[in-house]
């Protein structure tokens, strides 16, 4: 009914706030309440999976959450290809799961929907920094070879 949804949308907005400044159990109580009052908005659902990875105590937890959260997003990426938040949600799941194709995909997708998002544009920070990571040559350890190398003798 209609005032059911706007409820959920009243709860859902409230819910952004929240995890926009980090008040996660606040987030994750209207997230659910949005859930509950309309089930069928898979964006509601997705924030209410990914405030649970952001707020899992355990690598259990975080694991079932991301595999939640992944399936909702991609449900709201099949209903709107230009669902900014879903991309940036996407891309940093990927990201954390180390796959750097897939996330940087996401990120450039969000980017193109908003070129100043925030949050697509630390994501790309993010993929090109592990990236680096991965391609830098070892730095040879001057410490310690110098350690291992024998000290000239004085006369």
Known sequence: DRSARIEAERAFRQGIEMLERSALGGAQKAFALACERNGEEPE??????????????????????????????RRVVENDRDALRAHTILGQLGAAAGELDGAERHFRYALRVAPADRDALRGMRLVERRR???TAPAKPAKAAKAAKSPKPKGR
Do not use: C, G, I, P
């Open 132 to 134: 680096n990571e991965q």
């Open 44 to 73: 509601y659902h997705m924030f209410e999976a990914w405030t649970q990875v952001l707020s899992a105590k355990d690598e259990e937890a975080r694991v079932a959450a991301r595999a939640q959260t992944t399936e909702w997003a």
